[in-house]
């Protein structure tokens, strides 16, 4: 396409009837990961309201078709604004949501780009955070033509017809060898099953897996997000939309051991939320036994991957077999910007190097 096409840019400040209409149309040929679902992102804007954030969506057309939308916030620190996707804080990625149609050159990107910050107003600080460098197979244009630091490493399997297929593939044999023995130790003495839950069952819920992995971390002085709000929220779009949110349990011994919260979406799999109830089966790394339980349903419904979501742990490596970079972009719009952009850089830039 011509680079020379006019460009316009919407600016929303409400998630509206209108807003909602647009992204559930656009979302179906989109590129898009399941936190910028028009699902997700409307029961996030009704559950999660704070006072110094505001909300504001961009919607980009050209030749009157929509080939991006940008959902940021506007968080103000008396005074002083900074510039972020939408759940920055809270979402594992961020990011917009763009056309699978339309190649992003250069020039035009920044074109948009210039156009996008006319429409938002005065701001002291741009911070991206948790940037996709691929969304889907569709690169970024904010990482790919913004100066980006890589910030850390997101791990997926690329999921094959059948599960001999992953296991040949398999990168790290020692580590595969030392799990199937386990896997058969485990089987051959206990009586282990793997469930799935449903809205209906009561035997496991949201509140459960959220609130045990809060304790969890709490143990571990590790700041987390898994509250009251948090759990509702979660809860009212299992309400709403239950084929999303799925639980998953493993039992020994009719005991529940391990848990996760997991997300299917446009044929993928998000491992978003994963817990260890009982620790007596510690031994036999009850945690990878539940992830194998999980890849091999996924691999059975003909999922294309397996998103391991944010966060670089080790197990995620020997499991993966496709990682993507998550990066961080920053620059200031006034002098008060930039002292603090500097402060962040060094941060990030610190952080990337170990």
């Not at 992204?23 to 989109?30: A, P, T, V």
């Not at 009157?64 to 002083?80: S, V």
Request: contains cysteine; glycine residues 2%; charged residues 25%.
């Amino acid at each position: 396409m011509n680079d020379n096409q006019k460009i316009i840019v919407r600016v929303f400040k409400n998630f509206n009837d209108e807003l909602l209409n647009l992204w559930r149309d656009f979302e179906k040929d989109s590129a898009n990961s399941f936190f910028q679902s028009h699902k997700y992102i409307y029961q996030y804007i009704k559950s999660f309201n704070e006072e110094n954030i505001k909300n504001i969506f961009l919607t980009i057309e050209l030749n009157q078709k929509i080939i991006a939308i940008l959902p940021f916030e506007i968080i103000n620190y008396f005074g002083f604004k900074i510039l972020r996707w939408l759940g920055t804080e809270n979402f594992d990625y961020c990011g917009p949501l763009l056309s699978k149609k339309y190649f992003f050159s250069k020039n035009l990107f920044y074109k948009i780009w210039s156009e996008c910050q006319k429409s938002i107003g005065k701001i002291d600080l741009i911070l991206f955070k948790k940037q996709l460098d691929f969304i889907e197979d569709v690169k970024n244009p904010f990482c790919e033509f913004l100066t980006n630091i890589n910030y850390s490493k997101i791990y997926l399997i690329k999921l094959p017809v059948h599960k001999e297929n992953y296991v040949l593939n398999f990168k790290d044999k020692k580590f595969l060898a030392e799990f199937l023995r386990t896997k058969r130790k485990i089987e051959n003495n206990y009586n282990v099953s793997f469930k799935s839950f449903s809205i209906t069952d009561k035997d496991l819920t949201i509140a459960d897996i959220l609130n045990k992995k809060n304790n969890f971390l709490k143990k571990k002085k590790i700041k987390n997000n898994f509250n009251l709000r948090t759990i509702n929220f979660y809860n009212n779009i299992r309400e709403k939309y239950p084929e999303l949110i799925n639980l998953h349990a493993l039992f020994i011994d009719k005991k529940l051991i391990a848990a996760s919260l997991g997300i299917y979406y446009k044929n993928n799999f998000y491992y978003l939320v994963p817990v260890i109830f009982l620790d007596y089966f510690s031994k036999f790394s009850p945690g990878k036994l539940l992830l194998d339980y999980l890849i091999n349903e996924a691999i059975q419904n003909k999922l294309n991957k397996f998103d391991f979501g944010y966060g670089d742990e080790n197990y995620k490596k020997y499991w993966s077999n496709e990682n993507i970079y998550i990066s961080s972009y920053i620059n200031y719009k006034t002098i008060k910007g930039f002292l603090v952009y500097c402060l962040i850089k060094i941060y990030l830039t610190f952080k990337n190097i170990k």
